[in-house]
């Protein structure tokens, strides 16, 4: 059922700039150390591609080449100098949620349209490290509360592969801008589905990590006990790298894991064989579109052939996850949001007349409606009299939703299935009614409150031509693995090597 | 489950959040219905489960009590609404 794109054809260097695009991060590190191109060259190439094509996409909030080319500059010395590292020189984008010295950190919201970093994020700082550069930040949801990128003050974003449908949410432009090609790779955050949904929506992989496994330090907090950085790409392959460099302890995170470095590429050879695949019933049933579960049973029957069985399981309490996880977030974000008062950092109302008109006004015009909605949600459930009745309840319900996991990895290695009900949506289609956008992200918010790790990769296209994404669902620390499923698959298809026609 | 005008009233005000007439209508019918979606959640047993904040069930770390941080006044402030000789600057709050 391929339908649109084109294979792009198998790389050999050198290759001229406009293929380098298309090749993947360990090609395009190895082709910057033998100095067949230089990463002032790859940046400008990307800067050009984000000129051209970001007006029509709105992936990006802010760039500034001046201070990509100057990283550039620096990384092209660090290769000469031979002490480059697996990502030096390589362009990346940063979801606009990390904050960035000295760049414009928004968090897709008014309340920071003018907030200047003081400092960088764990996660900005591990990528200036490696020598990556960072090519500008990427447009999202509002404060990450969103799942089709129309929450956002600096407009939506649209999807490359149909520019009249949403490229979903959060993570939208950073999910935009890598199926365009605007940037190598790039990162993003998952609360509730915020990496998984874009992916699946642009045709494009990504990764939530185990919670915990990545810093959350200087990532601007949405849900505290879910918010999980991790990255977006073309390929497992380009996203084992980025975790190689995005994981690890930080003392600045106080729910960051100490575990032992591990290399997240060593298994991506492994075969298949053997591999036992769960299928959960819930996954399956009513609600998800026909042409959605048509692209996800293919990729299972590919599996089977490459040596994987198949296991049906049950997530019984999975129903219940669209409800607590808007008990816990909300709660969770209302607590965050607080610190957006006027008086630091960031929005204050021109006209008021006392302090705490001046709380209240600044907080009515900093933040859209979709995050005072959120804010209001979590105010009522943990104020006095319903603590018990909601945040408890829901925190209760979490742990039955992470034991259905537990039990049903006793019979299975993965769990698989949609990770999103149906393909990219038209801009504006869910309009008014939050519930019915609350509900696109069924298959992804379990994961998040059992604090698994999940993944999308591409695995078809649906209706309208639009991109399929397949969840990979791992047992806790199990990303080196996913990483080897989801790389043997990309093996032996070439869905994500598709790019939209238009570009 | 359904909220009143005066349950809204009562939120926007602990939220610190202005708002009109008019926007309270309007949260009124849109919190109803996310509560509604929420409702389900009321109906399951958890009679002796254990609340679940963190997956691994980690108790928050400790550091020893020393000085780590340096002083950034001066970042902090230029990126403020409003300051003065090292102050931030809010309306009046004591006559």
Request: proline share 5%.
């Amino acid at each position: 059922m391929r339908r649109g794109g084109f294979p792009l054809p198998p790389s050999l260097f050198p290759l001229p700039l406009k293929e380098m695009i298309n090749t993947s991060l360990t090609q395009m590190g190895a082709a910057l150390r033998a100095k067949q191109i230089s990463s002032v060259e790859l940046t400008q190439s990307y800067l050009d591609r984000i000129a051209a094509h970001n007006p029509q996409l709105n992936a990006f909030i802010t760039v500034n080449p001046e201070v990509s080319l100057a990283q550039a500059r620096e990384a092209d010395v660090r290769l000469a100098s031979g002490t480059a590292e697996a990502l030096t020189g390589i362009p990346f984008a940063q979801k606009d949620i990390f904050c960035a010295k000295g760049w414009l950190t928004t968090c897709g919201s008014k309340m920071l349209h003018n907030f200047v970093s003081p400092y960088d994020a764990h996660v900005i700082s591990q990528f200036n490290n490696a020598g990556a550069i960072n090519l500008g930040k990427t447009n999202m949801d509002e404060f990450a509360m969103g799942s089709s990128n129309e929450t956002s003050y600096f407009g939506s974003v649209k999807n490359p592969w149909d520019t009249s449908r949403v490229p979903g949410g959060s993570s939208g432009g950073t999910a935009s801008a890598i199926a365009a090609r605007l940037c190598a790779a790039a990162t993003g955050t998952d609360t509730g589905g915020s990496i998984r949904q874009p992916a699946a929506l642009c045709g494009i992989s990504g990764l939530k990590p185990t919670y915990g496994v990545v810093s959350r330090y200087g990532m601007i907090a949405f849900a505290s006990s879910l918010d999980q950085a991790g990255p977006m790409a073309r390929s497992a392959e380009d996203l084992a790298l980025m975790m190689n460099v995005m994981s690890g302890f930080d003392e600045r995170d106080s729910t960051s894991l100490q575990r032992e470095t591990e290399d997240y590429a060593r298994d991506l050879n492994k075969p298949l064989n053997g591999l036992r695949i769960g299928l959960p019933k819930e996954f399956f049933a009513t609600g998800l579109d026909n042409d959605v579960a048509l692209a996800v049973q293919a990729a299972i029957d590919e599996y089977k052939k490459l040596g994987a069985t198949v296991v049906d399981i049950s997530l019984p309490n999975s129903k219940l996850s669209v409800p607590v996880y808007y008990v816990l977030a909300p709660a969770e974000a209302s607590s965050n949001l607080s610190r957006f008062d006027g008086v630091r950092y960031g929005y204050r109302a021109p006209e008021y007349t006392d302090l705490a008109d001046m709380y209240e006004k600044s907080r009515a015009q900093g933040f859209g409606e979709e995050v005072k909605r959120r804010i209001m949600i979590g105010t009522y459930v943990l104020s006095h009299g319903y603590y018990d009745a909601y945040y408890l309840q829901a925190q209760k319900i979490r742990r039955l939703i992470a034991q259905d996991f537990t039990e049903a990895y006793k019979h299975c290695d993965v769990i698989m299935g949609p990770t999103s009900p149906s393909t990219a949506f038209k801009l504006g289609e869910k309009g008014d009614d939050p519930v019915q956008m609350y509900l696109s992200d069924i298959y992804t918010i379990a994961v998040n409150l059992a604090g698994l790790p999940g993944m999308s990769i591409p695995c078809g296209f649906g209706a309208n031509n639009m991109p399929v994404g397949l969840q990979i669902i791992g047992n806790y620390f199990e990303e080196a693995r996913m990483l080897n499923v989801a790389h043997q698959y990309q093996l032996a298809t070439d869905w994500h090597t598709l790019t939209p026609n238009a570009l | 489950m359904s909220l009143n005008i005066a349950d809204v009233e009562k939120v926007a005000r602990l939220a610190r959040l202005a708002m009109s007439e008019q926007e309270m209508q309007a949260a009124q019918t849109q919190l109803s219905n996310i509560f509604g979606l929420i409702a389900e959640m009321q109906a399951v047993d958890t009679t002796g489960i254990e609340p679940m904040s963190h997956s691994q069930d980690l108790s928050q770390r400790l550091r020893s009590d020393t000085v780590t941080a340096t002083n950034q006044r001066e970042a902090f402030q230029s990126i403020a609404p409003q300051v003065e000789q090292g102050l931030y600057l809010v309306p009046q709050v004591i006559e």
